[in-house]
């Protein structure tokens, strides 16, 4: 069994590859138009995404720890996500079966991520990281479907049909969601297993997380639309907004947050 598992894991990996050698260094709108259509994958993306850390609020987090009923009721919150951003297609039974069906493997994603980070927390990051991917993997089923092919909008409504049928919106937004909701989760999860003598709500308090927001927010800002390489010298200079806040002065930190900035901004200036 452990043999069929890393032989299909192996294969998995060696298709990825193949696919990222195909089109390095194509933007997204040309896979689009090399048959790759990824409209209504980015957008199960973004409400995975919004679902899964900006509606992520304290006390439904909380829950989810303690019981399944927070579990269900968050699996549930994404779902609700999911059609109300594929509004255009509730039309189709088809995209109620799917979204249906990535409410229950959410579902017992999750319960199998929490159950294994209760018997070894020392794994949470590799457990978080993991998760998160087969999260991304099942969403992309929906590339096997022929509605992944059709690109509706709203033509009643000439503003919203733009932002909607527009992609970079879409990545947009899964690139801000990425760089500050997540990554404080991403972070949290990292620091319980690689850094000792934290609160378990390290990085993702309230105060915190507003914080990081603006922080990694700016960083990527700067870094994004430079005009000179010397501008971004100035990125660590944000770090100054910490200087007022006391719980804030935390020089590690800081830099696991410049850190990842750094790396989700540049991924996304590859992607583009």
Known sequence: MGGGLFQSLFDLKLCFSTFFRKHAGLPWALLISNGVNMFLFLKLVLA???ADFIL???????????????????????GLVALILLFPYLNEPVIWAFVAGLVVVHLIQDLIKYSLTRKIPAHTFAYFMIDQACHILATAAILFFPI???????????????????????IGLIFFITLTFAGSYILNAFSKSYLKGHAPRYLISSPEMVHAIVERSLVGGIL????????????????????????LRDLKGFLMSMIYAVIVTLLFKMAL
């Open 48 to 50: 995975h995404l919004i």
């Open 56 to 78: 992520q609020f304290e006390e439904l987090y909380q829950l989810k720890v303690r019981s399944f009923l927070g579990q269900l009721f968050h699996v549930l919150i994404q």
């Open 148 to 170: 992944s092919r059709e690109v509706r909008g709203f033509p009643d409504l000439p503003f919203l049909d733009t932002l909607y049928r527009n992609n970079i919106w879409t």
């Open 224 to 247: 994004l639309f430079s005009v000179s390489p010397w501008m971004t010298l100035l990125a660590p200079c944000v770090g100054i907004l910490r200087l007022p806040f006391k719980p």
